[in-house]
Nanobody
Framework: QVQLVESGGGLVQPGGSLRLSCAAS????????MRWYRQAPGKERVLVAA???????TYADSAKGRFTISRDNAKNTVALQMNSLKPEDTAVYYCNARLLPQIFWGQGTQVTVSS
């Protein structure tokens, strides 16, 4: 069955870095666009970064210059490198795979930025 398993979250101080990873299985990964979303407490889930099957990348304004999304089709993984983290980056981060009409979600990983 389809699985998206996120890892790499945790507690980090402001200015620190984390690397999130999402391992995919159960579908043809290379055909799917991959995205990272985040949801802060009491707020809507929002798009952070996206990479298409062809490698085109887009970022939310909040992520530009600090976050980097990448994919490895050989390993069926997508990563989000997050640098210069801020307290407002605190959220649950979700991996998303899409090839419409199919959309798959991971269970999320908590990122907390606090001193």
């Amino acid at each position: 069955q389809v699985q998206l398993v996120e890892s790499g979250g945790g507690l980090v101080q402001p200015g620190g870095s984390l690397r999130l990873s999402c391992a995919a299985s159960g579908f043809t990964f290379s055909n799917y666009g991959m995205r990272w979303y985040r949801q802060a407490p009491g707020k809507e889930r929002v798009l952070v970064a996206a990479i298409t099957s062809g490698g085109t990348i887009t970022y939310a304004d909040s992520a530009k210059g600090r976050f980097t999304i990448s994919r490895d089709n050989a390993k069926n993984t997508v990563a989000l490198q997050m640098n210069s983290l801020k307290p407002e980056d605190t959220a649950v981060y979700y991996c998303n795979a899409r090839l419409l009409p199919q959309i798959f979600w991971g269970q999320g990983t908590q990122v907390t930025v606090s001193s």
